[in-house]
């Protein structure tokens, strides 16, 4: 039988929403988390069963609610997700890596990758990228502490609980970080869609910084100022330019490839 907490005792800490991100959570990091929800039903999904069986494991509180009392954990923009998905859980506060011991752990690497993200405000674009970084070999994503989305519920959705395999710094200046970065090495590459360069025709197999510009705008001018070289993703002229995420993707896997050739 699942433990029980009365909801009054309940603290609040981060929510976590959906299936998959919380097995991967609870796989990963379980002492990251202070509880889950369960909402009752006839026929539960498997998933929940799963769930309540890695939570026993980890002692991991349970509680179960009826839809109702579920319910009450959503607003109105995720509350339609949120109840089709029956499971809910609340973790500590993200913790961000310090980009000092980042680079300390990266000392060993030959030739890392690291994602700096300039104002990326959509939290899903964000999660999306963390999970591509994670899946295509990146070292860690750094994002500033403004004008920027956080890791958050939505993020962690997202990136289906990458945020747990790969480091994630959040820094006050991103421009002070490209030069600190500059100091250790890093060849700073911008991503441009005006630049000459394709990324075909750039050498990936160095210590990279590459710089992702917002869903809009781009790079600052004050960021691309500071880049080493600017590079696009070749395209046809029907279509201007591609989703940040995406973007992403397709640079990740280029710098992939090449180190794995």
Do not use: W
């Not at 994503?141 to 890791?151: Q, R, T, Y």
């Amino acid at each position: 039988m699942p433990l029980t907490l009365k909801l009054q005792n309940v603290s609040y800490n981060m929510l976590v929403i959906g299936r998959n991100p919380i097995i991967e959570i609870l796989e990963t990091d379980p002492k990251s988390l202070t509880r889950v929800i369960i909402m009752k039903s006839n026929h539960p999904h498997k998933k929940l069963s799963e769930i309540n069986k890695l939570c026993r494991e980890a002692g991991v509180p349970v509680m179960y609610l009826d839809r109702k009392g579920f319910s009450n954990y959503f607003s109105s923009k995720t509350k339609e997700e949120g109840i089709t998905q029956g499971v809910i859980a609340f973790m500590k506060d993200f913790q961000y890596k310090p980009l000092t011991e980042l680079l300390q752990d990266l000392a060993p690497i030959q030739n890392p990758l690291l994602i700096l993200l300039d104002e990326i405000t959509d939290p899903h674009n964000l999660g999306a990228i963390i999970r591509s970084a994670a899946a295509l070999g990146a070292d860690g994503v750094i994002i500033p502490k403004h004008n920027s989305a956080e890791v958050n519920h939505t993020v962690i959705k997202a990136s289906a609980g990458a945020v747990k395999h790969i480091p994630i710094v959040k820094v006050t200046n991103l421009a002070n970080t490209i030069r600190f970065l500059k100091e250790h090495n890093f060849l700073i590459v911008g991503t441009d869609l005006k630049t000459d360069k394709i990324i075909f025709e750039t050498d990936f197999k160095q210590s990279i910084a590459l710089i992702i510009g917002s869903e809009g705008k781009g790079m600052r001018r004050t960021i691309r100022e500071l880049c080493d070289i600017t590079v696009r993703i070749p395209m046809t002229a029907q279509v201007e330019s591609l989703n940040a995420s995406v973007s992403t993707a397709i640079f990740l896997y280029e710098i992939f490839r090449q180190k794995n050739s």
